[in-house]
């Protein structure tokens, strides 16, 4: 199974566009009022939704893919 698409809601659209463009070196193809459409060079989309108070995420919740980082991990670790 390749994962294709996912959906997030988020509190600060323009700082999870540049944290997703720093770290995974995703694009902005698509921009619209409240909706970002970001993009990989393998067509995995990344949707950002605005949202003031996203409700709390289940404790279990997480996804995992399989990513080459621009940056080594250890510095998104140290800050």
């Given at each position: 199974?390749k994962?294709?698409?996912l959906h997030?809601?988020v509190?600060d ?10 770290w ?22 990344l ?8 409700g ?16 080594p ?6 800050g």
């Amino acid at each position: 199974m390749k994962l294709t698409h996912l959906h997030l809601n988020v509190r600060d659209r323009p700082a999870s566009e540049k944290f997703y463009a720093a770290w995974l070196g995703m694009s902005v193809p698509r921009r619209e009022e409240r909706m970002t459409l970001l993009t990989d060079e393998e067509g995995f989309e990344l949707d950002l939704k605005d949202d003031d108070q996203p409700g709390p995420m289940p404790s279990w919740f997480h996804f995992g893919i399989g990513y080459r980082l621009r940056r080594p991990w250890s510095t998104f670790i140290e800050g």
